[in-house]
């Protein structure tokens, strides 16, 4: 076995083990989850160890072995790191931080998820008409339309708590949609596939009997993978229909006729293979940073990103110079020496970012940090979420959900962030505003009965 091959062989051993744990633990009867952590987990392992794991297969003709190795071995401290920080760090500081617990506010549950669900969708159509123009609104009307995830999250878990499992499996179907409603809206299919791996964690953390959830996940992992490999195979003609602008019914109609001709995913086909290899492979980016810093070609940014990500917390609108902007493949390039086509999307993904700040230092402290984070909100998300404060489980769990942007950069984490937080807060006040009218409306309306003197008989 050679050097690569091994490092190969035990990063992917790594992951399985890590990733296993996480899950174990993060979805274990009685723990406080909101299925961030474990989204986390799974998202990351998504666009490292399929990539890296190909490499042992003895038919795939992979190129670069030895870079795809550096930068598998990356992503396996990274989710040793993380792991330490969400299943050890994270649970521990809940326990020597006092915080607030949790107050039930019950009710209105259904009007709370309807809200959500019909903002969410609002502000996706809205998206079209105001990106670009005003920075700040951009920013939350694209958050805003997350609050379709917390709505569809709440109507699982108002469905389960009330034994109507139809109705749950009716949000679980409307949740796997939203792939092909974003592969229709903007022609990308990872958007749509991070809201709707959100929501079925969420509803695994409180799902039960857990082998319904096992045998669940086995058939998502393999829908999804099939799901890609046909996507990408029509992706051009797919965005050349989206991008063009054509009506709806003809993204419709190229999208049905992309999903007639599915190809179930076949781990012996080359082309699959590559598929994986070509667009599921941070490794290969990863590695390539490695050796282009290590070969001194760059010199490591020293927490210049970091900086950058801290800037982006600021609105631009009382920001105007705000000299910070989302996308990353200037740095990628930067760091690794490849150049890419202006259209072409590069994410830098946070084991890279962190990588080219501190080396392996900055990558193991990074994602303990990132595993600490992420566990706490996964906790309040939880803890309200159980007491039925359902303006607060949105408070925490929609920020939350804007940390699971695995293969973006810390500055587009930290600006959405910051929007999600800012939007929930908002969404918030109105409805408790106009939830709070309603009931006194009501009350209102109620005519008391008439009493009578107590002995008088009725005349």
Known sequence: MTDAAFVLASSAATWLVLVATILLVSLRSGAASAGLVSAYAVSLWLIHWPGGAIYLLPWFPGVDEQVVAAGFQQSAYAIVAFGVGSLV??????????????????????????????????????M?????????????????????????????????????NVQLLGWLAAAACLPFLTILGQGYLTYGSAAALAVLTLVASFYRPRWRILLAALLVVYAAFSLYVTYMRDRETIRGVVWSDQPAMAR??????????????????????????????????????????????????RGDTLGQAAAALVPRVLWP???????????????????????????IGHVMEFYINFGTSGVVLGFVVLGLVLSVVDRAAADRLRARDWAGFTVWFLPGFNLLQVGGSLVELTASVGAALLTALLVNAVLGHLLAHD??????????????????PRG
């Open 439 to 456: 009931v006194s409306t009501r009350a209102a309306r109620v005519v008391p009965p008439r009493l009578r003197p107590v002995g008088v």
């Open 89 to 126: 760090l994270g649970p521990l500081l809940m326990t020597v931080v006092p915080t607030t617990r949790a107050t039930a506010r019950g009710g209105a549950a259904t009007a709370y998820s309807r809200a959500y669900l019909g903002l969410g969708l609002a502000c996706y159509v809205a």
């Open 252 to 301: 419709v109609g190229q999208l049905v006729a992309t999903l007639s001709t599915l190809e179930g995913f076949d781990p012996t086909n080359d082309q699959h293979l590559a598929l994986l290899d070509d667009r599921l492979n941070q490794n290969r980016l990863d590695g390539a940073a490695v050796e282009y810093l290590d070969s001194g070609l760059a010199d490591f940014a």
């Open 128 to 164: 079209g008409a105001v990106v670009g123009r005003v920075p700040t609104l951009t920013a939350l009307v694209s958050t805003g339309w997350n609050l379709l995830i917390v709505g569809l999250g709440l109507s699982c878990w108002q469905a389960w708590h009330r034994g109507r």
């Open 321 to 347: 110079d705000k000299p910070v902007a989302a996308g990353s493949p200037g740095i990628v390039s930067q760091y690794t020496g490849i150049h890419f086509d202006p259209n072409t999307s590069v994410g």
